[in-house]
């Protein structure tokens, strides 16, 4: 199953947009990525998944390097409600979400 | 709608004692995940159900945790005996899949217990 890697902690200026990397190197081809975040204690919060091509929704894009070993979510306009853990994951064939320690995002005034 | 609802949302109780989580997925999903989340170890998958039936198993941690899926729109995560360490935040998922393990899975958590055990 393909692991994550992703910067433990970013910031961003309230109004600007957040880049946040993530490093799967070892994605097979049938494997999709998915974006989660968490904010404070509450439920994961499902945001965005791909496969091959660039996805964009309501509350982010996705954008997927042509070799699919990296990835990086883009919050366009962040607001201090955007402040949670960004979590990267790779679905494991055998279905199964595996959640790593994620990114911390700050998002300041 | 309504989305995954879980009760209780905080659970309070002594070393020993039996505890029962419940949870409602959403309605028409056919896949149930129970996770557990604590600072140590983050957020890890105990169980997961397809057409009510658990698939894997591999992460309830010992015999004292036992999950029940008796119809598609209830099920329960029972520890007993409770002991502290179980102390954490359970949270269950739902999702909606043709075949599992294949093609997009989105998976929708609701707000979570907060289970404490003294």
């Known amino acids: 199953d393909a692991k994550t890697t992703q910067p433990p902690s970013m910031d961003c200026a309230e109004g600007r947009a957040a880049n946040l990397p993530c490093n799967h190197s070892?994605?097979?081809?049938?494997?999709?990525v998915y974006w989660y975040r968490q904010i404070h204690s509450q439920g994961p919060q499902y945001i965005i998944h791909?496969?091959?091509n660039n996805e964009t929704n309501e509350m982010a894009s996705l954008i997927i390097t042509e070799d699919r070993k990296s990835s990086t979510l883009i919050l366009p306009h962040a607001t201090l409600r955007d402040t949670a853990v960004y979590y990267c994951?790779?679905?494991?064939?055998?279905?199964?979400?595996?959640f790593g320690q994620g990114t911390t995002l700050q998002v300041k005034p | 709608d309504a989305g995954v609802i879980q009760s209780p949302r905080h659970e309070v109780t002594e070393m020993g004692q039996e505890v029962t989580l419940r949870c409602k997925p959403i309605?028409?999903?056919?896949?149930l995940f129970w996770y557990r989340q604590t600072m140590m170890r983050g957020l890890e998958l105990l169980i997961y159900?397809?057409?009510?039936?658990?698939?894997?198993d591999s992460g309830m941690p010992e015999d004292r945790f036992s999950a029940k899926m008796p119809n598609a729109s209830f099920s329960t995560l029972k520890i007993q005996p409770s002991e502290p360490r179980d102390s954490a935040v359970y949270f269950c998922?739902?999702?909606?899949?043709?075949?599992?393990?294949?093609?997009?899975?989105?998976?929708?958590f609701g707000p979570g217990t907060r289970l404490t055990v003294l």
């Open positions: 998922a739902s999702s909606f899949v043709l075949q599992a393990g294949v093609g997009p899975d989105t998976q929708y």
């Open positions: 070892t994605i097979s081809g049938n494997e999709y």
């Open positions: 791909g496969l091959k």
């Open positions: 994951i790779v679905r494991a064939r055998t279905g199964k979400l595996i």
């Open positions: 309605s028409g999903h056919n896949s």
């Open positions: 159900f397809n057409n009510n039936v658990p698939i894997d």
